[in-house]
Nanobody, 126 residues
Framework: EVQLQAYGGGLVQAGGSLRLSCAVS????????IGWFRQAPGKEREGVSC????????YYGDSVKGRFTISSDHAKNTVYLQMNSLKPEDTAVYYC???????????????????WGQGTLVTVFS
């Protein structure tokens, strides 16, 4: 069974940085993506970023482009989300998830991901 564990959240002042980590157990599919999602109180879960295993291609939501960077370390089976220039509106529970890439695939859509880790809370204060 695929397991994911997200960690690294915390309390940070606006303009600061945090790096989230997602530890992924062995994934048995050839082509998959690891995504980061977030959910703020009273809002729907939204896609933040994802990275494709086979080619390293990355995707970002419009609200985080230029501020967040996703990367992976295959040796450590870990995916990172470097978050810079944080804003109070980035406050949310952040989740990492894994999904198999099919013939028709939408990178930042929640329903494309079948395996989810527990969330880690990021709080940005002004």
């Amino acid at each position: 069974e695929v397991q994911l564990q997200a960690y690294g959240g915390g309390l940070v002042q606006a303009g600061g940085s945090l790096r989230l980590s997602c530890a992924v157990s062995r994934f048995m599919f050839d082509d998959y993506a690891i995504g980061w999602f977030r959910q703020a109180p009273g809002k729907e879960r939204e896609g933040v970023s994802c990275i494709v295993s086979s080619n390293g291609r990355t995707y970002y939501g419009d609200s985080v482009k230029g501020r967040f960077t996703i990367s992976s370390d295959h040796a450590k089976n870990t995916v990172y989300l470097q978050m810079n220039s944080l804003k109070p509106e980035d406050t949310a529970v952040y989740y990492c998830a894994a999904g198999v890439i099919g013939s028709s695939w939408f990178p930042l859509i929640v329903d494309e991901y079948d395996y989810w880790g527990q969330g880690t809370l990021v709080t940005v204060f002004s």
